[in-house]
């Protein structure tokens, strides 16, 4: 049997970055796609509980569920799947997943899902703050990145890709996560209707996912699991170390 590559994504089974990345993906194995139903932006990475959750073949070796890309990734995994996935990749997303953004996409989440069950992992978004995603882009660098990274001893990799023609993308960068802000996160209508969003305001950009982006390459981000502050334990030992002495 071909190795197996699992694909979801937060936009959607029918959104058109997943029809690429399938594309590009079936060059590399036997693809399975386990995607939402509708789309899931912005869900992180939330689980349906205590709720039944509709799957449909949409044809051989496609599927839809109603629930989260998390949901997706778990589900493939434990009830679809013939055997293990030699590779997961959540994408092509319809706009950035940089910097903080990771804790808020989906798709990172769908791609952590499957890190977290020690499967190696990747998330790909390209912009869209410049007018629609160009997905020729899409398509040309998503399978140069797949192509350098399928054999790569990597656990979880968010990618980015600049919306610009492919030929003027000056090549990757493997980079830390930045850092930005929203502005105005949230907006109230005459009605009183509240709405989140808001245009994003960089804050670290030098030598960063964002940096790489505004300078025309494609960002590579390994990200961890574990998020433990480790120089945060070390500081709360000395500083309330004679009080967990003496409890």
Excluded at 68 to 94: E, F, Q, V, W
Aim: charged share 25%; with cysteine; glycine share 8%.
């Amino acid at each position: 049997m071909d190795r197996i590559i699992l694909l979801t994504n937060d936009d959607g089974f029918d959104a058109p970055g997943l029809k690429i990345l399938k594309e590009v993906a079936e060059d590399f194995g036997q693809v399975w796609v386990v995607a939402p139903r509708r789309e899931q932006s912005g869900s992180s990475h939330s689980l349906t509980l205590r709720k039944d959750i509709e799957v449909k073949r949409v044809r051989d070796r496609f599927y839809w569920v109603d629930g989260t890309p998390a949901d997706c990734i778990l589900i493939a995994l434990y009830k679809l799947l013939p055997s293990r996935p030699y590779l997961i990749i959540s994408g092509i997303n319809d706009g950035f997943n940089l910097a903080e953004d990771v804790f808020y996409s989906g798709t990172v989440a769908g791609a952590r899902e499957g890190a977290i069950y020690g499967i190696r992992s990747m998330a790909i978004s390209i912009g869209n703050l410049n007018g629609p995603p160009d997905w020729n882009t899409a398509r040309i660098w998503s399978s140069k990145i797949v192509s350098r990274l399928i054999d790569a001893p990597f656990r979880l990799l968010n990618v980015n890709i600049p919306n610009i023609p492919a030929d003027e993308v000056k090549g990757f960068r493997i980079v830390p996560l930045g850092s930005r802000e929203y502005v105005e996160p949230v907006k109230v209508d005459e009605n009183g209707r509240y709405r989140i969003g808001g245009a994003p305001r960089p804050l670290k950009t030098r030598n960063t996912d964002i940096g790489a982006i505004k300078e025309g390459y494609v960002s590579i981000t390994p990200l961890l699991i574990n998020i433990t502050d480790n120089d945060g334990i070390e500081f709360l030992e000395k500083v309330m170390g004679n009080q967990l002495m003496n409890r």
